[in-house]
């Protein structure tokens, strides 16, 4: 890191933690009210943190034994856009539910034709009077079954690059003509879903932006991402984090060389994984633009994910993964979901194939891949 975090008697430290001896044990609500659940947006839903303070709150929270929530999909996503583009009353509607997580997000963005290119969505919203008319059908929508509202893309024109024929709503999923059908995973879990939407009202006022404005709105989400000294597990942040597998593949205390072998390139990767996150964070904090770097940590993260939890799967053998079942909100063994849910990870969030072209074209200048 080319950065060194400001000194202990640093006047944000000092903020902090004067916050933090008077909520010794916050509440998620008293976290939204203090603006931690997303310091990096404005007041007063956030703290105006710029990187650098970012990583001065998650060091004091550490100290004081405690994590900040990691990112939702509504923080993550459904704030920053509503942020970017809503009203003050979508603003103030949505943002406080949204940071104390009395209110729930998904997304309804992937469609069974349109994942990778989503531009090319095919459902539609058509206006009449003061309501949106929506049909079409989702795929993939994370706990649709489960959350109060979805930000959904849907297509508004026709005519024009697809780019410039999308809109983006926030969508009641209490709303009448929502049918959710759940899909089950290969770990037994049904974390997602199919969403089916027909003849779907959706108030005009719960359009963000403009109309056909939706992709930049979309793109907008993606660059707002918060700065964290956090490394989190190796699948997406969740299970186990790098010591953890470490400690696990000691356990096995492995002769076998082949496997020796994989285990220290896993290591080496882990280092690279380290620095490379480090880059990114130097860059943040000193004011640089990280740009693709991100998508090397994807496709390489992701990878990494997967070879940890077939190194564990493959030194501990099949017997744990012979009972069937792995959700992991109710198995005790992280490993046996980890090994199923590692493959998601070279799929969601951009496929590791379009990372790569993101790395050729904008790191390596490598040629535009042929368009359509
Ligand atoms: C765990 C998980 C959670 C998800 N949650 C959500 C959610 O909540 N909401 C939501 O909307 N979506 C969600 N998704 C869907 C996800 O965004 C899509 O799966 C992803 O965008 C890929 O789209 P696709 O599955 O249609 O694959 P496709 O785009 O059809 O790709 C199929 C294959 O073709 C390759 N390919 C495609 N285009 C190119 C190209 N230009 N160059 C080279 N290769 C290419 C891909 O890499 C892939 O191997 C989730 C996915 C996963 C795995």
């Known amino acids: 890191m080319d950065f060194t975090l400001p000194p202990d008697d640093d006047p944000r430290r000092v903020e902090v933690r004067a916050w933090l001896a008077d909520h010794p044990e916050p509440t998620r609500k008293d976290l939204a009210e203090g603006g931690f659940v997303a310091p990096h947006w404005p007041r007063p839903w956030g703290r105006d943190a710029d990187p650098e303070t970012q990583l001065v709150i998650d060091d004091e929270f550490r100290a004081a034994g405690l994590r900040l929530p990691g990112a939702s999909i509504g923080v993550g996503w459904a704030g920053p856009t509503i942020l970017a583009g809503g009203t003050e009353e979508q603003k103030a509607r949505f943002l406080p539910p949204m940071l104390d997580d009395t209110e729930g997000w998904c997304q309804l963005f992937s469609e069974p034709e349109a994942g990778s290119d989503l531009a090319s969505l095919r459902t539609r919203a058509v206006r009449d009077g003061d309501v949106y008319v929506v049909n079409g059908s989702k795929i993939w929508s994370t706990r649709a079954d489960v959350t109060d509202w979805g930000i959904l893309l849907a297509r508004t024109a026709d005519e024009g690059p697809p780019q410039k024929c999308i809109s983006y709503f926030l969508l009641d999923m209490a709303t ?139 030194l501990e053998g099949p017997s744990t993964m012979l009972d069937g079942n792995y959700p992991y909100e109710e198995h005790e063994d992280p490993w046996a979901w980890g090994h199923y849910f590692s493959r998601a990870l070279t799929i969601g969030g951009g496929t590791s194939e379009v990372q790569r072209n993101i790395i050729g074209e904008r790191l390596l200048g490598l040629p535009r891949e042929p368009r359509p």
Not at 242 to 249: E, T
Request: aromatic share 4%.
């Open 176 to 314: 009448p003509g929502i049918e959710v059908r759940p899909i089950i995973e290969m770990t037994g879990g049904r974390h997602f879903n199919e969403t089916f939407l027909t003849e779907v009202r959706i108030p005009a006022g719960n359009m963000v932006g403009t109309e056909n404005e939706g992709w930049r709105l979309a793109k907008v989400t993606l660059a707002n991402e918060r700065v964290s000294l956090s490394e989190g597990g190796v699948l997406w942040g969740r299970g186990p984090a790098d010591p953890a597998v470490l400690d696990r593949l000691r356990s096995f205390a492995c002769s076998d060389p082949v496997l020796r072998q994989r285990i220290a390139d896993l290591y080496t990767e882990m280092v690279i994984l380290r620095l490379l996150n480090r880059r990114i964070m130097s860059a943040k904090v000193t004011g640089g633009d990280p740009g693709p770097l991100s998508s090397v940590r994807k496709a390489i993260g992701d990878k990494h994910g997967q070879k940890a939890m077939a190194l564990v799967k493959d």
